[in-house]
């Protein structure tokens, strides 16, 4: 039974650390760099404290507690999942087997990789948004703000935590490594596109939480198939957490339409930007952005990496164990999309059939897509209810990619193959300009006063841990 973590213990975990002083001494000379880091690359606002969800259980009744913490005293924690002493390996060549409570010499560095990528995007995440407390439209989103940010903490905190505990002197060396990347440097940058973009605003935010937060849903979610327990477990709790993210992207964009459907009705006008309003066709357009930067951090249509890992059972698919199939697919098909040549050479979108396990990147992609169409469902909703006629959309699988089948080609958002010239005279109807991201920065003004809330958004229906939206959420410094 995992005990409820000691706060008196310098790092909290259910790992049982004391018992292992050499593996508790490296953990702990490592706390000092991330508190370094976190300093000079984490949140920029000051405050006094901030009323947080922090880690202190797994278990079923209760795994968090709430309260005001000073940021300096906020404790990251190490939390796995409680071991299923009966589990066994659910796919690939080792199906059937009994998980593995330690690194097979074979995949050694196959699963380092892997936690070293997942790994990175979490400090990232953090410096992307270390500016926006400073411009946050709420005491309320100021608060969600610290927690996304303080929780990817913990989450670079859980895979430091495999690399110290189960990869020597190289996971010690790696763990470094994530603390001197840094989002968007031009030394060092992050491993994934994506990470190194900026969030400038908090429409950006609330896009990158809906929809790149999401794409770490997904990878998490392979990962906790993983037949290397202790990356199984680890997983299995940060998907706990990142709930609340997907919960902040989710609503966040429902209170921007919401409240731009508010102002293009009162008004009796669809030109909301002057009104103090984020425009739909602006939304849209980060819409497009965000999400065809995520879809790139999937990878390629195909693997033969990707099969690899799953053949050996280091990474499933999305529910795993809900898939109606043998669980190692040496004789299954699957339809990627790809780029056709007709015989004059002439490129058009459309599809090929590869083997299974070499598409596995493309049947985590296509889970994704089925689940951020959720999200524009919802937010079509409020569009319909308040009687206006146009809708948000998801881009075509084509458009605006770097990575994969159609890197090369230009794609307009309805997915019709457009030539570079085109996109170069046409790419700012569907993409933020930067007239755009003017205006919207433009509206990003500070409200730290308790209970109010800027022009551009609309309050949240409900608060946090059942506090009122007017509850006293942040003290600044
Ligand atoms: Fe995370
Ligand atoms: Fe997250």
Redo the contacts with the bound molecule.
């Keep these: 039974m995992p005990s409820t973590a000691d706060y008196s213990e310098k790092i909290p975990n259910n790992v049982s650390l004391h018992e292992d002083r050499r593996l508790q001494r490296a953990l702990e000379s490592w706390q000092p760099n991330f508190l370094n880091w976190w300093q000079t690359m984490g949140p920029t606002l000051p405050t006094q404290d901030v009323y947080l969800r922090t880690a202190v259980n797994v278990g079923r009744d209760g795994w968090a507690q709430f309260g005001h913490v000073a940021m300096p005293e906020y404790r990251w924690g190490i939390f796995l999942a409680e071991r299923d002493p009966g589990r066994r390996i659910g796919f690939g060549e080792h199906k059937g087997e009994p998980v593995w409570d330690k690194v097979p010499g074979e995949y050694r560095a196959e699963l380092q990789r892997l936690i070293v990528i997942q790994g990175d995007t979490?400090p990232a995440s953090v410096e992307q948004q270390r500016n926006l407390g400073a411009t946050a439209p709420s005491l309320y989103d100021l608060r969600n703000l610290f927690q996304v940010n303080v929780?990817?903490g913990r989450?670079l905190w859980a895979m430091v935590y495999l690399l110290h505990a189960y990869f020597g002197r190289e996971g010690r060396e790696e763990a470094e490594e994530l603390l001197h990347r840094n989002s968007g440097s031009l030394d060092s940058p992050r491993i994934l596109g994506a990470f190194n973009e900026e969030t400038p605003d908090w429409l950006s935010f609330f896009m990158f939480t809906y929809f790149t937060d999401r794409d770490?849903k997904y990878q998490l979610g392979t990962l906790k198939e993983s037949a290397f327990d202790a990356l199984s477990r680890t997983c299995e709790f940060?998907l706990k957490e990142?709930a609340h993210h997907m919960m902040v992207g989710t609503t966040g964009v429902d209170r921007v339409v919401q409240r731009t459907v508010e102002v293009m009705r009162s008004r009796d006008t669809d030109d909301v930007a002057g009104l103090g309003a984020i425009p739909l066709p602006v939304i849209q357009k980060y819409l497009n952005f965000h999400y065809s930067v995520s879809l790139d951090l999937f990878g390629g249509e195909t693997s033969t990496n990707v099969a690899n890992y799953y053949t050996a059972g280091l990474k499933g698919r999305w529910m795993e164990d809900r898939r109606k199939d043998d669980h190692k697919l040496t004789s299954d098909a699957i339809m990627v999309d790809a780029l056709s040549e007709d015989a004059d050479g002439e490129q058009s979108i459309g599809q090929t059939e590869v083997s299974a396990l070499v598409g596995l990147n493309t049947d985590l992609r296509r889970e994704y897509i089925s689940d951020c169409q959720g999200g524009v469902k919802r937010w079509n909703r409020i569009l319909e209810e308040a009687g206006v006629k146009q809708r948000l959309k998801l881009p075509h699988i084509a458009f605006n990619r770097k990575v994969g089948a159609f890197a090369g080609i230009e794609a307009t958002p309805d997915g019709e193959k457009i030539p570079a010239g085109e996109w170069e005279r046409r790419q700012g109807e569907w993409l933020p300009t930067e007239v755009d991201k003017t205006y919207v920065r433009s509206l990003m003004q500070p409200v730290h006063q308790r209970g109010k809330i800027a022009a551009w958004i609309a309050p949240p229906r409900n608060g946090i841990n059942g506090q009122p939206f007017d509850y006293d959420y942040v003290h600044l410094a």
Excluded: T
Aim: proline residues 0%.
């Design positions: 979490e929780e990817e989450h770490g940060m990142e």
